[in-house]
Structure formats: structure tokens, C-alpha cells
């Protein structure tokens, strides 16, 4: 083909693509064909395009040379965007850290100033929105395209590229900068109803901790110490004493089944129901009290488990009902654990007229104790699986030189060893009673 010959062009019998002179302004346009920044085919920035190509977000366009910033500039604003200007890699930086607005930036790989090796985390800081980054470049080897990208770019164009591709890969930019605005604002009302539900919990979890005993109960016979902790912020284990007109403490222990809030709006009613309601303390008529007033939830289907006692310092007699409670260890001084196993349903399941408690009565001597728990202390599980089990609370009680309080102490140091970084699967509570010579 001889150099007179014409060539094709795309442009050339498409009405629909028009000349490059359209895009920007004449004197712009000529300039840019003749730089080889944009490439002369490039299709025209019509109305339509530039509404569907609408960039709404700040921009920043740094390059050595004063026409290639007019003329991105030009080209950015005729999509709505507001332009700031650099020289070299520093103006950049500068520019980036005063104005964190800026969401969109076209960098020129050969600005005075890029740091060696090529990296853009400096112009990424972490007190900033999203930055899009499209590096442009005159030589596009594979290597240099491979350097910017792995340095941080989000994009590479090599010169001359097509004016639409420019500003559609600024769209992408614009569209993920939009998305990570409405996530950064929806991030924000989850963290602030986060916050305000955490509040909520913690003063729940306050006004529960609040019914648990403010000390070791003090008894005429009696040495008394308990632990009590939730799985959870909120637990649905509870438990009391209550130091009766004739010198006996009552106590019991309840665990109301699920965890969680659920179980602890349960635990908390119980618990007032005790302080306050009950009519009596002896354990027979205050488990068929309960069940009177306590029926299962159909819909919710929440029972709950206890164990109620009276303790006699005068005789060192425990007398206890368990209802679907497990049965307590008693450690005597020079002896084995024993463990006294019980029958009886939780409370709620059946009518009280249709099911019957048995009461239990344990003598103990001065040095013995007794120890009533829930099931959340026995089947903590290990990170193997392994349940901590009865056999292991009682050898955490067998401490006769520790106190009651030590006791538990230990025996919630090995619970905790035991459970690991996975943690309790329940909650835990503890009631130990040790008779004491009056």
C-alpha cells in the first residue's frame, strides 16, 4: 500500500462514533493526537455518555508533562469530576494526605519522586476512604504492567489509549468507591446498634449479677462459699441463700435450660420469686410451689432445673429436693467422695398433682462438706472433647487444708484450664457447704 492510499477507519461510515476533535476542545484534542496520549479513534463524550459515564467523586491526576494534566483534566471534569493537580510523586502524597475526599487518581509511572521499588501503600492510609489508582504509562512491557500491579495499582493504561477507556475504568473505580461508602455507612449503624445492644446486655448482665449473694452466706455450723459464671454475658444459672428466723440457711441452685438471654429473663424471674414470693423455705412444698407457678412454655419450651435445701448447723443436717438437678458430692474428712444420686423431674414438665420429689437428707461432721453443682461444671468439655466430669470436681474439693472458698477457687482454676480457648460451653455455678464446729 502506497503511503497516499487511505486508510480504513472505524470511525469513518458510523454515525453513531464521531471524531476525537469532539471529545474535548479543538485545540486539546489536536494536541493529544499529535502526543500520542489518547488515541485519535477515540469515540465522542456525547450527552449520553457522559451521563452514563457520570463520575461523581474527587479526582486527582499527576503527570510530568502540563498538557497530558490539562488534558485529563479537561476529560475529568467534563464528567463531573473536581480535579486537583501534581508534578511529581511528593505533590501527589501531599495532595492525597490533605484532601482524603479524593477517590479517583490517574498517576504517570514516570513522575519525578516514584519511590524505588514501586509501592502505593504510603498513598493508601488507613485513615482514609478508597483510593482508585490507574498508573499510565508510555512503555507497557509486561514487566513494568507487573510491577505497577503488584506495587498497588488498580489499573495500568498504556499510551495512547482510547478516551472512553480511561474514563470507564475510572468508572469502576467510582462505582467500587460508592459501594465501599454505602458499606463504610451501613458498617457504621451495625456498630452503633452493636453498641447500643452490648449497653443493653451489660446492664442486664449488671442487674443479674446484682440478685447473685454479695458475700459467703454466714450461718451458725456452717462455712459456705459459691461460684457462679455465665457462658455467656447474660447466664442462665442462678442461686441464693436466705438465712432463716431459726439460725438455718436455705440455699438453692437453679439452671434454666438454653443460654443466653432467653434463659436469663427466666433465671432473673425465678430467682425474684424466690427472694420475695415464696411461703415457705423446706424443700418439698417449696419445689411443688415452683411447679404451681411455673408450668413449661409451650412456645418457648423452657424448663428449668433446681436443687432447694436447708442446712442445720445445730445438727449439721442437709436436707435437700432436687428437681432434674444432678445429685451433690459430699467429701468427708479421711474418706471417699460420694455421690448421692437423685430422681425427680425439672420443674414445670409435669403437673404437681401427677409427679412427686423426693427429699434427701445428709448428715455431715465438722470437716465434711457438701458440694451442689450444675451440669455446665461436669460437662465442660476440653479442646479434645473430653468432658471435665464428676470424678475431677471431686478431686478439686478433696483439699482439706483449704478453705471453702479456696476449694472452689481451684476447682474454677482447673475448670478453666480444662475448657481451653474454646471456654464453657454452659454455665457454671457452685455451691459448697462445709460443717464447721459451733
Not at 111 to 125: D, E, I, V
Not at 326 to 345: D, F, I, M, S
Not at 383 to 390: A, N, W, Y
Request: contains cysteine.
Amino acid at each position: 500500500m502506497s503511503p497516499a492510499t487511505p486508510t480504513a477507519s472505524p470511525t469513518r461510515g458510523n454515525p453513531s462514533v464521531e471524531s476525537s476533535a469532539e471529545l474535548l476542545s479543538p485545540t486539546i484534542a489536536a494536541d493529544a493526537s499529535a502526543s500520542g496520549i489518547l488515541d485519535p479513534r477515540a469515540a465522542s463524550t456525547t450527552a449520553k455518555f457522559r451521563a452514563l459515564c457520570k463520575l461523581s467523586h474527587r479526582a486527582l491526576v499527576a503527570d510530568p508533562d502540563p498538557e497530558v494534566q490539562q488534558l485529563y483534566s479537561e476529560c475529568l471534569r467534563e464528567h463531573g469530576c473536581e480535579v486537583q493537580v501534581a508534578n511529581t510523586w511528593p505533590d501527589a502524597e501531599e495532595i492525597l494526605r490533605a484532601d482524603p475526599a479524593i477517590r479517583l487518581s490517574v498517576l504517570d509511572w514516570s513522575l519525578p519522586g516514584r519511590p524505588s521499588p514501586f509501592t502505593l501503600g504510603q498513598l493508601r492510609a488507613a485513615d482514609r476512604g478508597y483510593l482508585h489508582i490507574v498508573v499510565t504509562m508510555r512503555r507497557g512491557s509486561r514487566e513494568l504492567v507487573a510491577q505497577a500491579m503488584e506495587g498497588g495499582a488498580d489499573d495500568v493504561l498504556v499510551k495512547p489509549f482510547l478516551y472512553d477507556v480511561l474514563i470507564q475504568r475510572l468508572r469502576v473505580g467510582s462505582r467500587i468507591a460508592e459501594l465501599e461508602e454505602r458499606l463504610r455507612k451501613q458498617n457504621t449503624r451495625l456498630a452503633n446498634l452493636h453498641d447500643l445492644m452490648r449497653s443493653e446486655l451489660d446492664a442486664a448482665a449488671r442487674y443479674q449479677q446484682h440478685l447473685l449473694p454479695v458475700a459467703d452466706p454466714a450461718a451458725p455450723g456452717w462455712a459456705a462459699a459459691w461460684r457462679w459464671r455465665p457462658c455467656a454475658g447474660l447466664g442462665g444459672d442462678l442461686l441464693g441463700f436466705k438465712r432463716l428466723a431459726d439460725g438455718r440457711l436455705s440455699f438453692h441452685l437453679l439452671d434454666v435450660s438454653g443460654h443466653g438471654v432467653g434463659a436469663a429473663l427466666l433465671a432473673v424471674q425465678v430467682q425474684r420469686s424466690l427472694a420475695h414470693d415464696a411461703p415457705v423455705a423446706e424443700p418439698l412444698p417449696l419445689l411443688r410451689w415452683l411447679n404451681d407457678h411455673y408450668r413449661m412454655d409451650p412456645h418457648t419450651r423452657q424448663y428449668f432445673t433446681i436443687v432447694v435445701g436447708v442446712a442445720d448447723g445445730r445438727s449439721g443436717t442437709i436436707r435437700f429436693a432436687s428437681a432434674g438437678h444432678p445429685g451433690p458430692l459430699v467429701v468427708r474428712q479421711g474418706g471417699p467422695v460420694e455421690h448421692l444420686a437423685t430422681r425427680g423431674v425439672a420443674v414445670g414438665w409435669i403437673a404437681t398433682d401427677r409427679t412427686q420429689w423426693i427429699e434427701h437428707t445428709v448428715d455431715l461432721a465438722p470437716g465434711d462438706r457438701c458440694c451442689f453443682y450444675s451440669d455446665g461444671v461436669t460437662e465442660a468439655r476440653s479442646d479434645l472433647g473430653f468432658e471435665f466430669g464428676r470424678d475431677r470436681l471431686a478431686r478439686g474439693l478433696v483439699r482439706p487444708a483449704l478453705t471453702t472458698d479456696a476449694a472452689l477457687d481451684r476447682v474454677e482454676r482447673e475448670l478453666t484450664d480444662w475448657s481451653g480457648e474454646r471456654g464453657l460451653d454452659d454455665d457454671m455455678s457452685l455451691i459448697l457447704l462445709e460443717r464447721i464446729a459451733n
